[in-house]
């Protein structure tokens, strides 16, 4: 009994391997058919605690960027491919997971950039079917040591 299942290991390790391995070739097929973007860091993270990970995704590629930052999307696995929950336009890591939640959701926390050359923390937050920015007053000091779960790197 004992060699069966050291045998049988392998192929269990092989078949989630190959699972993570199709999640993120048809994430990054999505990217580039829907968006035109092959440039991108992203994190798979359950969001609201349903068991199916999301997938928060920061652009990188000059086309999706601009002074104001780059291009942030959070997608849900929907029946053929995925659907688009959140978009911000004016992004810059890092990309981080609040333990606050929202409408059982929970809380994204990036930067953004007014006119000047000040840098503002904003939260992301569920509302109406999709996450919506909050922008705050409080300015990022880039040495600030980070307490919440870093998803994206800056």
Known sequence: MRKAFIALL????IAC????LDD???LSDHLDQTYDVTEYS???VDLNGDGVEEH???????????????????????????????????????????????NGWQVLLTVERDGANNYFHTRHIYEDGSYQEQASDGRVDWDEPLDQDVLIAR
């Open 56 to 102: 928060v995704v920061l652009v990188r590629q000059p086309s999706h960027c601009g002074t104001g930052g780059c291009t942030m999307f959070v997608l849900a696995s929907a029946q053929e491919g995925f659907a688009e929950i959140g978009r911000s336009p004016t992004t810059f890591g890092p990309v981080r997971l609040s333990p606050e939640d929202h």
């Open 24 to 26: 993120t070739v048809a």
């Open 10 to 13: 392998p192929l269990g390790l």
């Open 42 to 44: 992203s994190a798979a």
């Open 17 to 20: 391997a190959s699972s993570w």
